[in-house]
């Protein structure tokens, strides 16, 4: 691995262990927070690419597990990844893959904003939120339905996240001259 792909994925773990010092926002229905770090999941992915997206939240999700308090409200160890909360974490590190896999598409020109918007939509809130709603359904048997509905709460902020990560991307990628390849994944 060359040194900077190791200081970008360095960069990004720190940068989402800074979201987790923000504190969540308590959902009334549901035992899952609103954090900022579902904004770092479609940075990452879009700004590093699918594997090293991939690599950055599956570091970040192993440094939880063994109990770095890196989650919204200093949360870290394995509870955080077996408790309600669990399938949104752990859903993380695919999420940034498909964000990453996805801007490959997205070539320099007009609509690239847009084009990481409908992505960060796709990756960052369709897939984390399925993952999320499945896994919180199985872990607290609850039925599928409220749990989608309880979900709804989170969208209005999840949309804001995507368009500001969407933005960012844009910027970001110009400023470390990222290509939109696959081959700089090495």
């Known amino acids: 691995m060359k040194t900077k792909t190791l200081v970008l994925i360095s960069l990004f773990v720190a940068f989402m262990a800074v979201l987790g010092f923000m504190p969540g926002i308590p959902v009334p229905v549901i035992s899952v927070s609103i954090t900022l770090q579902t904004l770092g999941v479609m940075l990452i992915g879009g700004v590093l690419g699918a594997k090293k997206g991939f690599t950055t939240l599956f570091v970040f ?14 949360r870290g160890g394995l509870s955080s990844l077996v408790g309600p909360s669990g399938g949104y974490i752990l859903s993380w590190p695919v999420a940034a893959f498909v964000i990453g896999l996805l801007s490959n598409f997205v070539k320099p020109g007009r609509y690239q904003v847009v084009k ?5 939509v796709l990756g960052g809130i369709i897939l984390v939120y399925a993952a999320g709603i499945m896994y919180y359904s199985m872990i607290t048997s609850s039925p599928i339905i409220p749990v989608t509905a309880a979900n709804l709460a989170f969208i209005p902020g999840d949309v ?10 844009v910027q970001l990628r110009k400023r470390l001259k990222l290509s939109n390849n ?5």
């Open 182 to 186: 696959t081959k700089m994944a090495a």
């Open 160 to 169: 804001i996240k995507a368009i500001v990560s969407a933005v960012l991307t």
């Open 116 to 120: 990481y918007f409908g992505i960060n």
């Open 61 to 74: 999700t192993l440094l939880v597990a063994i109990g770095a308090p890196f989650l919204a409200g200093g």
